[in-house]
């Protein structure tokens, strides 16, 4: 539904929002393009009242003012502009099949398709659905919403909110949603925020020399190829896994620091870097009054990795995870890091580089199903790759989900004007070898 009403709240850009300007291509490519969307899925099991679900769905609109949020970019300063609720577009499709054993797969073709589709980031709401039925009480639930609009922290607390609201309204004793806080007064609130010195010396002396991971590309920005963003899937077995969850409970580390350090590593082995400035997301939420908001809130962080004279994988972590617990503990956003360490960025613009960004997500639901009311609610963590996906607006991005007593499933997505799928295959199966290699014994000698 593409809204026509007049905005009644003119709110500033967020800092979020005003980074995504540096790779703004207009209406059909770049960070305000139909394919810069984020997408979500759920199996779920027991019957599903379609009425009752799109009630639920339009609720959540209602609730979260980014998803009817639209940014106004042709004015002198450009803004948001919070509008009126609107309905959910909610896409009914029945593909029974019989054989449960290809249910899963089914489920994960279907959330493809999902993030093939354009998303105009003129219709509101700025977040749709679609049910495939498999059977009558199995189906899959997609959420997909425009990345301008909402992260993928924000992907679980609408489904949650979905979920809580679907049951409440069939009279579920569920927990009482929490109080929100909205977008707009995280926007005004970052206005207000000044880096303080300690936090701006932290970072001009961390990063002093430092420059942005960005690796060599297959062809040129400049060639102006056709692009979309291919997406690479894989996983890590469970015992490699279990490993990497180990060894984080040793060193007081996270499997996300764990990860990170095997892919420092993996790019000193490819490439002979031993100094490693890795960019990734951090929530970038801050006050815990914005942990239940919905909107873009995930802040550039860049961590500074020293491998030189490393003797063990160990050792790695503990580097690893004391560049993090830094950045942490100084974050600033990353449009004021830049302002005293320019050259840090300078890769980003290079033509045959591309910048590779790294991340590990978490999902509020379990492996095992989360029962709320009378469905059960199972996150789809996908294997299947995909040509097409959600929109990287320039470069690489890692993501990698942890599952405890189980794998880790990751993706690789890569701009196929810059990036052959072979290579983007071969960077997949490298990253793979060396972490399996590091777990296998992280307190080898390194430098061997």
């Not at 701009?415 to 290579?423: A, F, G, L, W």
């Amino acid at each position: 539904m593409t809204t026509t009403q007049t905005s009644e709240t003119v709110v500033p850009l967020s800092a979020n929002q005003q980074f995504l300007f540096m790779f703004d291509q207009g209406e059909e490519a770049g960070s305000f393009g139909p394919y810069h969307h984020i997408a979500a899925g759920w199996r779920v099991r027991g019957a599903i009242d379609t009425a009752r679900l799109q009630a639920a769905l339009d609720a959540v609109v209602v609730r979260h003012e980014a998803l009817r949020t639209v940014i106004v970019r042709d004015a002198e300063q450009p803004y948001q502009r919070i509008c009126a609720p609107g309905s959910v577009r909610l896409d009914i499709i029945d593909h029974p099949e019989p054989d449960e054993s290809r249910r899963d797969l089914r489920a994960q073709w279907a959330m493809n398709d999902l993030e093939a589709g354009r998303f105009s980031i003129n219709d509101l709401p700025l977040l749709r659905a679609v049910l495939v039925r498999l059977a009558p009480d199995d189906a899959v639930l997609g959420l997909q919403a425009h990345h301008s609009a909402a992260d993928a922290w924000s992907m679980q607390i609408i489904m949650r909110d979905v979920a809580n609201l679907y049951a409440a309204a069939a009279g579920f004793a569920v927990p009482e949603l929490p109080e929100v806080a909205q977008y707009a007064e995280f926007a005004r609130l970052q206005h207000e925020l000044v880096a303080e010195d300690v936090d701006r010396e932290y970072w001009r002396a961390t990063l002093d020399g430092a420059e942005l991971l960005a690796l060599p590309t297959d062809w040129p920005r400049s060639a102006g190829l056709p692009k979309a963003s291919s997406w690479h899937r894989f996983t890590i077995n469970p015992e490699t896994t279990a490993s990497v969850l180990s060894i984080a409970r040793q060193t007081r580390s996270t499997p996300f620091i764990v990860l990170l350090a095997a892919y420092c590593v993996t790019v000193q082995r490819a490439f002979g870097r031993a100094d490693v400035t890795v960019p990734t997301f951090s929530p970038g939420r801050g006050l815990q009054r914005f942990q239940e908001s919905v909107g873009s809130f995930y802040n550039f962080l860049p961590l500074r990795v020293q491998l030189s004279g490393a003797a063990s994988f160990r050792e790695v972590i503990l580097r690893t995870r004391a560049a993090c617990l830094g950045a942490y503990e100084h974050e600033l956003l990353f449009g004021q890091v830049v302002q005293d360490t320019q050259a840090v960025a300078a890769p980003m613009a290079d033509d045959n580089l591309a910048a590779f960004v790294f991340q590990v997500e978490r999902t509020l639901f379990s492996a095992e199903g989360t029962t709320v009311g009378d469905l059960n609610f199972t996150e789809i963590r996908r294997n299947v790759s995909s040509p097409v996906g959600g929109d990287i607006p320039d470069g690489a991005l890692w993501t990698l989900s942890v599952e405890a007593g189980g794998d880790t499933v990751g993706t690789l997505a890569v701009n196929s004007n810059r990036y052959d799928s072979m290579t983007a295959a071969a960077m997949v199966l490298d990253f793979k070898r060396t972490v399996t290699d590091l777990l296998a014994g992280p307190d080898a000698d390194l430098t061997a």
